[in-house]
Structure formats: C-alpha cells, structure tokens
C-alpha cells in the first residue's frame, strides 16, 4: 500500500554560528517575511524577453552563515538527510554521468563541488565542465546568478548520487536555443539523465521540443516557482516534469506537503503522452510527473565562492530536478529506446504520495490541489528509492 504523507513535524535545526564564535540552532525560519515565511530572492532575473529562459534557484536571504564555526555543519539540508528521506543509498551513482545544463560559466565550481563534498565526507567525484558545442574551451562568460543555480545543481547531484559523474554544460546565454543545444550536447557526450531546472512561456519554449527527444535518456525538468500554471520544458511530453514538496524533518522521520510555488497545470501545446494514464482530467502534457523537496523555507545546503559568500539554503524546483535526475541514475541505465518519462507511472505503488497543500487555486481540483494519486503539484508522489525509476 503508497504510504502517504501528512502535514507535520518540525523542520530540523542545523548548526550555524550566530555571535562569539558559538554554534548554536538556528531555525530556518528565524526571519519571517511580512506574509509569514522565509525571505527569499530569485537566483536569475526573471526574464520576460521572447525565447529566453529563466533559471528557478531561490535563496534564503535570512539566514547568514559567512562566519560559521569551525566544522560547524552548514544550514539546510545535506546529503544524509535527503538520502534518508527518499530512501537512497549513500554509494548511489557509480558509472554513470548526469550533466545538468547552465546559462554562463561558474568560474569556481570545480573548488566549490570539492568543498562541498567535502564538508559532508562524500567521495571525490568526477566533474567536467563543457561549452554548448562540447568543448572545454572557451567557456561562456561568467554570470553570477546562473553560477548559484549550478552550485545547487551539482551539489545536489553530489548529494543524492555521491559516485556520478556530472558533466556541466554552459550555454552561451539563457535562451530556448542555446539550452536546448546544451541538452543535445549532454546526450551526444553519453549522459543518460540530464536536469534542467530553468523554464519559461509555453509559448515560446514549445517548438524546442525537438532537443528532449531521446529515447533511453532520462531528462528531467523544473515545473517552476510561481506557483499553479503550466511552464516549459517541464511541459515537454519528453520530459520528466518535476514539481515540488516542503520537507520536513522531525524525529529522523520525514513528512512532504506539496510547495505553494511548485508549477503545475495542464499544457496548452504539449500532446498528452501515452504513459500519463493517471485520471489527470487533462487531455495533454500534465505537469508535474513526479517531486522532490524544493521549498526554500525547508531548503539545501549550497556552497558558492563566485561572488557569493559561500554556503547558503537554496530552494525553487532547481533543487528537485537534480535530485529526480540523480534517483533516475541511482536505478540503472534506461533501455536502449525507453522514454524514461513513463516509469514511475508503470510504479506508482513504489512513491510516496503526498496528499496535502496547494500551490494556487485552479478550475480542476488536482491540478492545483494535492490528493491521493497525482496531483499537479508533487505529480505522482517523491521517491521512495528508486524502484519507480526503472523498467
């Protein structure tokens, strides 16, 4: 029987240095914003010009922890916790390579993935960094905003599949294009699980559709942050749409409710794939497929140099994405000529179903509303190992 998830618990406390050189707890949300939560900034300007894209990282921009105690674990959620609240073996990963694709050169990751890893006693890992034509040189020019979004993206991988190889792919600019090459060039490389947690208009991202079609590739997509309506890629009916939770921690157990800023919806352009049997009451691409934690009020711990001040607690569905990607890795190698896509809905009965919350108010219920079975924001539920995630 799915077990299902209830809202509950208290989100753990982790150490962070506050004054005279002490760690003490702090709770992550010690700093409420006027409506209640967390304080929090996009990590990219949120782009309206036509064919670009946005990236989804959000940042708590209460909790300072620059001046951490010695060997003081850093706020947020680290690879133990994530491993134990979907089920994961900390060896996960090995021989297989997950690239994500960015906008824009993060000229400190290789140093920044190593400190991460680090601080948390995982493996050394293997990583490099390509342009969109497969290149390791010249890079694209930097870009501060879009180097957090990475940070979160292969720390994340580091996190969930400690033994990958991640293969970062810069783009030379955020645009519907450039990504979508850099998607191409991921697969052309022999990535078999690409994240991408960046999207924007249906309308704009639709014709891109083309660069998701690979067969035994699984490619994941963010679903969003801005709460109920539908986004591209996660729209794309070859894509693995991936929503968002808040996770909670109290007495080692965890409970997930499903995050007020996860996208969802039904796409307007996307055919509706044949694996989305599910009673979804849409007649094209549901979004999402599946979730992970992505609330920034129960967020992850990332370690950023460039232009940042190190670690920081990151949420938005640019923290799911590679975490479903890194799940997908941790199962095995997808058939030959699978859509990766329909796995987890031929094994619903092997993901957590998340029952309760809502990310916004919508014509039909499940779209917007969490439930038993899918809903549009946790789609069929979070991991719960990764029998869900293979053939």
Partial sequence: MRKKLIAGGVFAVALALTTGGTA???????????????????????????????????????????????????????????????????????????????????????????????????????????????QESPLPAADPDWAVETALDVDMIAATAPNAKILVVEANQATTDDLGKAVDTAVKLGAKFVSNSWGGDESEGSAGDAHFKHPGVAITASSGDSGYGASWPASSPYAVGVGGTTLKSSGGSYTETAWKGAGSGCSSYAAKPGYQTDATGCDKKAIADVSAVADPATGVAVYDTFQQSGWQVVGGTSASSPIIASVYADAGTPGAQDWPAQYPWSHTDQLTDVTSGSNGSCDTKQWCNAGAGWDGPTGLGTPKGTAAFTK
């Fill in 24 to 134: 003490t707890a702090q709770q992550f949300s010690a700093a409420p914003s006027a409506t209640g939560g967390p304080t929090v900034k996009n990590a990219c300007a949120q782009v309206r010009a036509a064919g670009h894209m946005s990236c989804f990282a959000q940042v708590r921009t209460d909790i300072k922890q620059a001046r951490r105690a010695p060997g003081a674990a850093p706020s947020g959620y680290g690879p133990a916790e994530l491993q134990a609240a979907y089920q994961l073996k900390a060896d996960g990963g090995a021989g297989q390579t997950i690239a994500v694709t960015e906008s824009g050169d993060y000229p400190s990751l290789k140093a920044d993935l190593a400190a991460y890893r680090k601080q948390f006693g995982l493996p050394a890992g293997d990583v490099q960094i390509v342009n969109q034509d497969g």
